[in-house]
């Protein structure tokens, strides 16, 4: 049972970057899909979740409108897409999923994905 995050690494300021979250040993169908960020010596920081009852998106006012979310249940992956992305979104991003409703509270998701780094630098 794992998550295997993906899609890290250097970007130019206002460039684009997709993260990849492949679970493997359980199916994504019936869990909330959840996408956070850390910067070093800081908590783990919500921005984005899918819905598990209806797939809404929600998504942190930091990246509202540059960064969305999906879920493709035929591959059991879901992604984060980043757009115009800014030096502040420097920071290791982590997938994880939940049982319940969307929370950008880390607390209750069951597994998370190994990280990734991000760097946004001209």
């Known amino acids: 049972v794992q998550l295997q995050a993906s899609g890290g690494g250097l970007v130019q300021p206002g460039g684009s970057l997709t993260l990849s979250c492949e679970a493997s040993g359980f199916t994504l169908e019936y869990l909330a899909t959840g996408w956070f960020r850390q910067y070093p010596g800081k908590k783990r920081e919500g921005i984005a979740c899918?819905?598990?009852?209806?797939?809404?998106?929600f998504l942190a006012d930091s990246v509202k409108g540059r960064f969305s979310t999906s879920k493709d249940n035929a591959k059991n992956t879901f992604y984060l897409l980043m757009d115009n992305l800014r030096v502040e979104d420097t920071a290791t991003y982590y997938c994880a999923v939940l049982r319940g409703l969307c929370s950008f509270d880390s607390e209750g998701y069951k597994y998370w994905g190994q990280g990734t780094l991000v760097t946004v630098s001209s």
């Open positions: 899918i819905s598990r009852r209806d797939g809404s998106v």
